[in-house]
């Protein structure tokens, strides 16, 4: 190849080359040719040498050797070189390398040149490369041409202001006068980069954003002519006005009228108009319907606005672009918790999206279709989720049947029909559900009293039909072997009669024992439960006997173990088999220690959130909120534990436990120096105290004569300030010796300067005789804003005769 090929033939010859080592020849005899013209003083072919360098660079080749060639070219007083130059400058220059200072002049002296397209490559390299030096040095000159009569130019220097605001945020006062000016403009362009400046500086310092609300009327009248225009073919997209102008200048009201009521009343009526008016039927139209649809829910819009908001979501999901659907539903999910009932209208169409075959598409719905749970649908919505179970792809199985289970646990209409639902989870994806849903089944089950048979029948029947899900065929033998009774009878109201065998039940758990798909833990729970039946049977206790001796001399140390304790249970025993096997106790929850769905590393103390009235039982919290109330809760050298857990005192942590470094013993004492050694009750005290008087609230402690261990202690809140009360919480913390239960409150709203009371009931059960202690913390929301704080309470007055 020649030293004057042009660049169109060095294209040709590199893209004819057969292989990579052909092409990396070529181009390493072009760059040598080019290296050595460089070096010549005076060479008339310099812009075509750096055009074909930077061909070579886009192909990933180095280039660096070109850096000082564009230093030459942009001095340069030919145009065609100029333009190169700049080129060559950002391509191959950054803000971190020095030769970028060395054309800082240059840029200088081209942004006051005569003619307008020497203008616009200064400020295209500017806006591309320039950095923080720079845009200081060049600020006045932007700032000058922002009010340059050409639109050529204001459109151009309007986006170098906006990488200049970006790179030097205290810059942004320089140009505030001159983005407002620019609004003035006809130009599109113009008007698109003054919308953009505008918003960078909104977004970037506080006193412009208010500054900035004035302009909301102008910013309305042209949102307003754009959407009434008709068919312009420099600006119409699909039918739609300039759909780019359109979203930027959605997005600035967005940010203009959050929290501020005078801007989002102004622009209400635009909203609904654009809501209306615009077709959604091309992804143009659609784009502009979308920011309109985030502008409505970010700002303090009117309750029918946001209402026509959510329909627009819910006919994007009738769209056939994926996309459209997946955004749709994406942004449903974020305004459920304040706009349910009209998120509900479409719920429907919702769940047939669980049947779209793209993957992103089927797990936000499953995300959205959870969050529509409620009381009211728990039915309908459960039979949809538990189809969708069946037929999900892998991993999405464990998502699924964790929010099944949680929506079970929170709207169950009856026992029997929450165990029903965990049983067909358990069948259909028992591989996929968490751990803790084998002890929580197991507490449910225990608490049904008056469905322990038929709940046996039911799980005998899936155990013997497949015992490859592990969590089934724990929670059927485990019920096997407290209620095997029951399944002996064969008498069931609400299943078929199964005539069982003591033979036939023992089978079953030999299988499990015997299975290769048996993990240790299964194998634990056959095997107790075999031993459990040698006091529920009476004709084979003897094959009982063998089957546990077998397992003396197994691998598994852990079933070993347990096998040889039953060995001496059966030996030396033998009197007390009968009372160590008997059935197991109702379960409290908070021996458990987690929910469904939620796990944790350790269990915490005495602590229960108060709880609306309609609810029975503690609400589960992430163990996020968690920490945060330990941290509060605990004094301020306490630090807070990640991973806990809400529990009762009936799974407290004992002094062995806080001596060792497992992670329950890193949780301590939650209430730090309170004192647990065991005295008398405080002495007399008055009936009712004030425990806590603060910005008008005030609560007052009462106490109940304690039965035995127990103790009844009454809070009543009230509010003497000149401002109503809404949203009041209280939540306590005792030591953890002691049980803790928090009744509903009678109210969580306490309007100013009246004789409203809210009262709430807490139960003590202190067995030890403890001293007792309390944290109480109080939440609240008065004039918008929302009040914590705590108090200690030490002492307790003397109980009411």
Known sequence: ??????????IRVIRSARTQGEERGVIQRECATIRAQFRQADNGGRSHNLAKLLYVHMLGYPAHFGQMECVRLIASPRYNEKRVGYLGAMMLLDENQDASLLITNSIKNDLAHSSQYVQSLALCTLACMGSAEMCRDLAPEIDRLLRASSSYIKKKATLCAVHIVRKVPELGELFTPAARALLAEKNHGVLHGAVILITELCERNAQTLVQFREVVPELVHIMRGLVTSGYSPEHTVAGISDPFLQVRILRLLRILGRNNDTASDAMNDLLAQVATNTDSSKTAGSAVLYETVLTVMDIKSE???????????????LNNDRNIRYISMTSLQKIVSTDHNAVQRHRGTIVDCLKDQDASVKRRALELSLALVSAINIRSMMKELLLFLSTCPPELKSHAASGIFNAAERYAPSQRWHIDTILHVLITAGGDVRDETVPNLIQLITNASQLHCYTVHKLYRALVADI?????????????GEYGDSLLQGECEETEPVQVTEDDILDALETVLQSHMSSPATRGFALTATMKLSTRITENVDRIRSIVSIYGSCMDVELQQRAVEYNALFKKYDHMRAAVLEKMPVMDRSSLGQTNGESGGGVVQEMEPTKPKQEMMV??????????????????????????????GSATLGPASLMTGSAGGDLLDLLGGLELTPTPMPATAPAAVTVYDKSGVVLKLSCERPLDASQTITLTAT?????DITSLTLQAAVPKNVQLQMKAPSGDSLPARSSALVTQTVLLNNPNKVSLKMRVRLSYTSQGSTFQDTVQIDSFPTPGL
């Open 1 to 10: 190849m020649s030293p004057t090929v042009r660049l169109q033939e060095m």
């Open 468 to 480: 490859s899900q592990q969590p089934l065929v724990q929670v059927a033998c485990w019920c096997i």
């Open 619 to 648: 609400a589960p919290q992430p163990a996020s909120q968690v920490c945060d109330l330990l941290d509060l809760l605990s004094g301020p050298d306490e630090p807070s534990h990640p991973g806990s857990t809400l529990g009762t």
């Open 719 to 723: 509010n003497t300030g000149d401002h």
């Open 303 to 317: 309750s029918g606005l946001r209402v026509l908001a959510v329909n627009i979501l819910g006919r994007f999901l």
